[in-house]
T-cell receptor, first 112, second 113 residues
Framework: DSGVTQTPKHLITATGQRVTLRCSPR?????VYWYQQSLDQGLQFLIQ???????AKGNILERFSAQQFPDLHSELNLSSLELGDSALYFC???????????FGEGSRLTVL | GNSVTQMEGPVTLSEEAFLTINCTYT??????LFWYVQYPGEGLQLLLK?????DKGSNKGFEATYRKETTSFHLEKGSVQVSDSAVYFC????????????FGSGTRLSIRP
């Protein structure tokens, strides 16, 4: 158990819909990272937050947005969903002292 | 910017075989280098890391040496087990934003009993 909690674990929805993925980082970690893992297993960095502020941005689509709340949990919002958005979405938090990323078990999104 | 290239898979080996998964990097300076492992149905977890040139990271029988001359960080294990079947990712921090961690494309490893 990494200490990072992601919900929901599985989500099936239709094209054009909007979903919200939630992440709670490890206790004490201030950074939250979001990654998308496609079927060909590649891991794409989406966005990072540190203590509520956006710190780094990757190839995140305009249809996607994220935020980190005062209690440090984070939400990734995906809208106008397309078939190609079907993927595993991982959240990770970064250990303050080690710099190691701790990953949640992921949210598997299926868009039909 | 910083980038990492790793050996494409899938790789299939018999139990007790020797494993090498190649990883080369392009980086400004000498950032830390990481290997992460993803077991079936799970998230990624750190396998080992090296923080400076010539460092050797090791864990669970796996080793990788940070070689600046060849800009490589190859993962090795002398005798693999069925339980090592997983996807392995080489990674390093980004340059413009050191907080961003960049992952290689992943190498799927399957071990036959």
């Amino acid at each position: 158990d990494s200490g990072v909690t992601q919900t929901p674990k599985h989500l099936i929805t239709a094209t054009g819909q909007r979903v919200t993925l939630r992440c709670s980082p490890r206790s004490g970690d201030l950074s939250v990272y979001w990654y998308q893992q496609s079927l060909d297993q590649g891991l794409q960095f989406l966005i990072q937050y540190y203590n509520g502020e956006e710190r780094a941005k990757g190839n995140i689509l305009e249809r996607f947005s994220a935020q980190q709340f005062p209690d440090l949990h984070s939400e990734l919002n995906l809208s106008s969903l397309e078939l190609g958005d079907s993927a595993l979405y991982f959240c990770a938090s970064k250990g303050t002292n080690t710099g190691e990323l701790f990953f949640g078990e992921g949210s598997r999104l299926t868009v039909l | 910017g910083n980038s990492v290239t790793q050996m494409e898979g899938p790789v299939t080996l018999s139990e007790e075989a020797f494993l090498t998964i190649n990883c080369t990097y392009t980086a400004t300076g000498y950032p830390s280098l990481f290997w992460y492992v993803q077991y079936p149905g799970e998230g990624l977890q750190l396998l080992l890391k090296a923080t400076k040139a010539d460092d050797k990271g090791s864990n669970k029988g796996f080793e990788a040496t940070y070689r600046k001359e060849t800009t490589s960080f190859h993962l090795e294990k002398g005798s693999v087990q069925v339980s090592d079947s997983a996807v392995y990712f080489c990674a390093l921090p980004g340059y413009s934003s050191a907080s961003k961690i960049i992952f290689g494309s992943g190498t799927r490893l399957s071990i036959r009993p």
